[in-house]
């Protein structure tokens, strides 16, 4: 086979249990695919069958003779055998490269043991021995969430060079929209692929579910019609008619409602209660500086906040930006300087470790410990407009998953009034549609003031209106917001150009047809025997299309093989045929009440 990986009818879990089935893809050299679906949906339990850390319940997952794969997983829990692999040893490969790997992912000491590690050291270390063998086939499964932007930029490059293949899970749109050039969502019992990046992918899909809405509900007009002739008309004068419509009707193959994989996760409601006004100063810093391990993070800054400020903290990893945040806020007393609040203030503060949550309550005991005055539904009901539902409501925090954690931390600091807003990396652990939510609310739905520590570009696009730049031992308050701050040090990549047609490769649900599409001929041109004939006619001719559509589609669902130029002109003849045979169900029932 011409490509590298080929993923053909993958399941994974029986019945109700069913995580996913029906996913078909292939990776050939230079294809680079994002793989997008909210928290929950499997992207990582796919990557881990494609990687064969898991044996799948349907399928197969086909590797090319010799391809060699590279996985990067999420969790950077340490195996017990590579406890005292230094880093130097696991940034070994092909290249005598290991030093400038180590100081590109911010670990310099390359004689330190993995044991010795943090958490974030040691997924940047797990990244970059995946990177440093260079395999054929890269599989990254949140691969910057500990980066800062500094190296999230330095990935992008070189995953842009990449000669080999690139399956990815990211929330970093900006990320996916730069590396990807196609993309893959993964739903329960769907599976479309597009030829596109992040972005222009939304707006595809968009188009899709909507023709393909139009589609079943037009298909189930025309069932409900004709089902209301047939029990008019089975027992009188029309007994023929009704009998030939009854024969159409189960002949019809019935159109599902497409799957909108987004549609759960899209109804967080983060909404921020109205707050008091603050003074128009907030916050008066003077010489804040902070030193950690004998080391300068940053010193001599001055700071003044006023009202309505957004302001974004950035710089590389262990430059000291949580620690300014911290400083900030009255959490760091010991570090250099003094912070001055203003008059009337009711400030929050969110951790990016989520330190504030207690593991051993459970989500609607961590809720009535702020709000005793809520009792158990009520704590339901609030936590439900963060995605935490059901039964998960009465679960222990301590078995939350990561973005679990991250929406029960935000329910909270939102219980009561905030006017000051301290959020380091507060879109961590959400998915796409949190992260855009939360970034929403925070532009238009948020009347306080905000000072936020992010390596997220567009939610800090979004978002902020000052830059704080920690780096090399200085703190730097710049005028502008984030994309002020980011414009000079990058240019904006140049617009993907798709190298196949602008419609996706997908594999249309049955029956699509477009709106609007109606029959040229009407039950008033003919009469009488013509009708009749017409209506023979249009029988055999449906009977035909139906053939070719069913065979086109199944085409559809096999492999592209890497053909995704073929798969999107196979696509677009069958969207044609389905168009025409629906012209034809249409003039079919109209005939059929024509007088004979």
Known sequence: MSHLLQVDDLGFGYGAEALFRGVAFSLSRGDRMALVAPNGAGKSTLLRLVAGELVADRGRVVRRNGATVGYFRQSHELDARAADTTVEQALTGPHDDHLALANRLGVTELDRTLASLSGGERSRVGLGAVLAREPDVL???????????????WLEERLRAFGGALLVVSHDRRFLDRVTNHTAELGARTFRTYPVSYGRYVTMRAEDLAR??????????????????????????????????????????????????????????????????????????????AVRGGRRLFGGLDLLVRRGDRIGIVGPNGAGKSTLLALLAGLARDDEGSVRTGTNLAAGYFDQHLGTLDPTRTAVEEIRSVRGDFNADVARQYLARFR???DDALRVIGGFSGGERSRLALAKL?????????????????????????????????????????????????????????????AEVLPGGFRDFARPRSAPPKPSRPAVPSRPPVRTPRGTAEPGRTSQLGPERLEGEGSERRREELERAIGVAEGEIAAMRAELAADPGGDWAGIA??????????????????EWTSLAGAPR
């Open 139 to 153: 599989l990254l499964d949140e691969p910057t969430n500990h980066l800062d932007l500094d190296t999230i930029g």
């Open 212 to 289: 393909e809405r139009a589609s079943v509900q037009r298909q189930q007009a025309l069932i409900d019609k004709t089902e209301d002739f047939i029990r008019k008309n089975i027992a009188g004068q029309k007994t023929k008619q009704a009998q030939s419509r009854r024969k159409m009707l189960d002949k019809l193959e019935r159109q599902e409602r497409p799957e909108d994989v987004w549609a759960e996760a899209e109804k967080l409601r983060v909404r921020f209660p109205e707050c008091p006004r603050s003074g128009d100063i907030v916050l008066e810093g003077k010489g804040l500086g």
């Open 388 to 390: 935490i539902t059901g």
């Open 414 to 474: 939102l219980l009561e009034p905030r006017n000051l807003l301290f959020l380091d990396e507060p879109t961590n652990h959400l998915d796409i549609p949190a992260c855009e939510i939360l970034e929403q609310a925070l532009a238009t739905g948020y009347e306080g003031t905000l000072i936020v520590v992010s390596h997220d570009r567009q939610f800090l696009e979004t978002v902020t209106n000052r830059v704080i730049s920690v780096r090399a031992g200085r």
């Open 569 to 586: 002109q196979k696509a677009e003849r069958e969207r044609a045929a389905s168009r025409k045979l629906e012209s034809m169900l249409l």
